[in-house]
């Protein structure tokens, strides 16, 4: 009887293993501005950022490190751009490429992105695409959308992490909203953003979970929208767990 039974539990075993390899891989979205990092320029220049006028750019009041952890001169750039990255980013790139294909997404100019993109992933070891603002949809002036269908990929296995609810105002169900960045040093959105995106790794289709799970608290800012934030909370109206 106990062979049996553990021959039982033996096949079940190689069933699951099977179906989850037979999953598409996740595809990961990540945004760049005010979610991996934040950037101060002058305001004259913002239009440079992502989704600059749906935006306030400014620091979080006396939260904001003095020296920020690099300098970007780009030539449109009267003074170079100082850049803070967000709290646990290198720790949070090495694991989360492990997860799943990841890919830069952010609405800001191409020469900006690119640059950014060299300081935080100079190996290339992480992103593995790099879209920017003429890859997104212009909503209205300032305010762009991105539409996770040019990637090409499964939309039941593709998420898109952003600090704007309006980026995913074309696959809504497919966001996990983080709180915006400013510099805080306080900040830990990033690890428990990672423990959100383990849970879904093996989930067939995450948009249901999304947007069944985490929409409750989330209504008066999106209907289904999960939110990520950055203090001692971590995920925020969001029930993952049943």
């Given at each position: ?33 005010e ?5 101060v ?20 009041p006396?939260?904001?490190?003095g ?35 990841t ?14 993109l ?13 879209l ?68 879904l ?42």
């Amino acid at each position: 009887m106990s062979m049996m039974l553990r021959s039982s539990r033996s096949a079940v075993s190689r069933v699951a293993g099977t179906l989850k390899s037979a999953l598409p891989r996740l595809t990961i979205c990540l945004d760049l501005d005010e979610c991996l990092l934040h950037s101060v320029m002058p305001m004259a220049e913002s239009t440079t950022k992502g989704c600059w006028l749906d935006r306030p750019h400014r620091a979080a009041p006396g939260r904001v490190r003095g020296a920020p952890d690099c300098e970007l001169w780009l030539p449109q750039l009267r003074a170079p751009a100082r850049v803070y990255l967000r709290p646990g980013l290198s720790a949070f790139l090495t694991q989360v490429r492990t997860l799943g294909d990841t890919i830069l997404y952010t609405s800001a100019t191409p020469l900006y992105a690119h640059a950014l993109l060299s300081q935080i992933d100079p190996h290339g070891l992480t992103f593995s695409r790099l879209l920017d603002r003429q890859h997104c949809e212009v909503m209205r002036p300032g305010v762009y959308a991105k539409d996770l269908r040019r990637l090409h990929t499964p939309l039941a296995r593709t998420i898109l992490v952003d600090d704007m609810a309006s980026a995913a105002s074309l696959q809504p169900d497919n966001l996990i909203e983080i709180s915006p960045f400013y510099g805080d040093e306080e900040d830990r959105a990033l690890p428990a953003l990672l423990a959100l995106l383990r849970v879904l790794v093996d989930v067939p289709d995450v948009r249901p979970l999304l947007r069944e799970s985490c929409g409750v608290g989330a209504r008066s800012r999106r209907p289904g929208a999960c939110r990520v934030t950055g203090g001692g909370g971590g995920i925020d109206h969001c029930r993952m767990g049943g």
